[in-house]
């Protein structure tokens, strides 16, 4: 089983990912949706990482990340780093 980290664009919602959920949990991986916290103007990179990691916690996944309006997502950073590896299309 394979854990996938969903990470949305910068409108911040997981709800971006549920019909490509569906299909990877129908195939019996696990998801991680991110939900970030783009209805603060305060927010920035540290905390939008911040939100990936929380959703991660301590597991292994591969994240995939949206665009945000083009500008390419850096890998989730924080105090608690989890180990991630980038999907390799």
Do not use: F, N, Q
Not at 15 to 30: G, K, Q, V, Y
Not at 47 to 72: C, K, Q
């Amino acid at each position: 089983m394979t854990t996938y980290a969903l990470i949305p664009g910068t409108g911040g919602d997981e709800w971006e990912w549920h019909l490509l959920t569906r299909e990877i949990e129908a195939r019996r991986h696990e998801v991680l949706p991110a939900k970030l916290p783009a209805g603060d103007d305060r927010a920035g990179w540290s905390e939008y990482a911040d939100a990936v990691a929380e959703a991660i916690g301590d597991r292994r996944a591969s994240h995939s990340p949206h665009t945000g309006r083009g500008a390419p997502r850096p890998g989730p950073r924080s105090s608690h780093r989890p180990r991630c590896r980038r999907s390799r299309r």
